[in-house]
């Protein structure tokens, strides 16, 4: 007799308790995409400030450009920024293919996108090798390299952090449910890219 008489209280305890936990995780993966936005945030107030100063230098120094140099060369930065700004479209697409559970087209398109950021670093350190100036070589010198230094180290972190979200999705089961780092590394690589098109303005486009 005693195996029959379930206290009904305990019963709606365990339902209650099994739809709880669900929500807790929903809530805490918001919670992340949120502390994440705010890094992205403190990273924007950093550029920033570096864009007014280099604003601000230009536009009040007397021997802005180094003795000798004329200016740089737009060509080549021009086609490292169609690159770098066209992957932000291909990461889109291996999100999607994610999100349909096509890991195969996942892969696919995320690795093109790491190729193209790979690509870029590249080009910036050809370009590098090749400037008639150092870091040294007065206020310009010193904010080209600062800039675009602070920026390229950003690329390689996201196209490092890009090949840690490709090989996590050969692990059996991983990203079934979809997953944060992707989300988060796909909107880091967002970032990166505008910033880039806001540099590639202020340096390369504006004489």
Same mark, same amino acid.
């Given at each position: $007799?005693?195996?029959? *008489? ?6 709606? *305890? ?15 993966? !918001?919670?992340? +995409?949120?502390? /994440?936005?705010?890094? #992205? ?17 230009? =536009? ?12 740089? @060369?737009?060509? @080549? ?9 066209? %992957? ?6 291996? @999100? ?12 696919? /398109?995320?690795? +093109?996108?790491?190729? $193209?950021? %790979? ?17 040294? !070589?007065?206020? /310009?010198?010193? =904010?080209?390299? &600062? ?8 690329? #390689?972190?996201?196209? #490092?952090?890009?090949?840690? $979200? #490709? ?19 796909? &909107? ?20």
């Amino acid at each position: $007799m005693s195996t029959t *008489n379930v206290d009904p209280a305990l019963n709606s *305890n365990v339902v209650v308790s099994s739809h709880a936990e669900p929500n807790h995780t929903e809530h805490e993966e !918001d919670y992340r +995409m949120f502390g /994440f936005i705010v890094f #992205l945030l403190s990273e924007s107030v950093i550029f920033f400030s570096f864009f007014v100063g280099y604003i601000v230098y230009k =536009t009040n120094a007397t021997d802005w450009l180094p003795v000798g140099f004329e200016g740089l @060369e737009v060509r @080549e930065p021009f086609i490292n920024t169609v690159v770098l700004v066209s %992957s932000s479209f291909v990461i889109y697409f291996a @999100e999607r293919f994610l999100r349909k559970e096509n890991l195969w087209g996942f892969r696919l /398109f995320w690795l +093109m996108t790491m190729a $193209m950021g %790979s690509f870029f670093l590249y080009g910036q350190a050809v370009e590098w090798m090749g400037l008639p100036f150092g870091f040294k !070589d007065g206020v /310009f010198g010193g =904010t080209f390299y &600062l800039l675009t230094g602070f920026h390229g180290l950003h690329v #390689l972190t996201g196209v #490092l952090l890009q090949g840690l $979200m #490709l090989g996590r999705s050969f692990w059996p089961n991983n990203y079934d449910g979809g997953e944060f780092g992707v989300e988060a590394t796909s &909107l880091f690589w967002h970032f990166v890219d505008v910033i880039w098109i806001i540099l590639f303005v202020l340096i390369y486009l504006w004489k």
